[in-house]
Nanobody
Framework: QVQLAESGGGLVQPGGSLRLSCAAS????????MSWFRQGPGKEREFVAG????????FYADSVKGRFTISRISTKNTVYLQMNSLKPEDTAVYYC????????????????WGQGTQVTVSS
């Protein structure tokens, strides 16, 4: 049974940084994509960043390019999202997701989801 557990959310001022973690368990993820999505108040869930577990290729939403970095440590089955230069519009619940998704950014491509962690950017 695949389980994803996010951590690292919190309150941060505009321009600040946070690092989110997603600990994955329950299977071998070598063929999987690990991605971060977010859902702001009154908004649909949207793709943020993804990484191919094998090889480590990454891809990002335009809104976060240059500010966010996704990475993984294979031996720990953990994926990270380093978020810099945070803006109020980054406020959302951030979800970790995985599936045989390739470089897909649609929620429908992902089979497993974590419970989410709240990120609030406010002064």
């Amino acid at each position: 049974q695949v389980q994803l557990a996010e951590s690292g959310g919190g309150l941060v001022q505009p321009g600040g940084s946070l690092r989110l973690s997603c600990a994955a368990s329950g299977r071998t993820f070598s063929r999987y994509t690990m991605s971060w999505f977010r859902q702001g108040p009154g908004k649909e869930r949207e793709f943020v960043a993804g990484i191919l577990w094998s090889g480590g290729s990454t891809f990002y939403a335009d809104s976060v390019k240059g500010r966010f970095t996704i990475s993984r440590i294979s031996t720990k089955n953990t994926v990270y999202l380093q978020m810099n230069s945070l803006k109020p519009e980054d406020t959302a619940v951030y979800y970790c997701a995985t599936g045989l998704a390739g470089t897909a950014s649609s929620t429908r491509a992902y089979d497993y989801w974590g419970q989410g962690t709240q990120v609030t950017v406010s002064s």
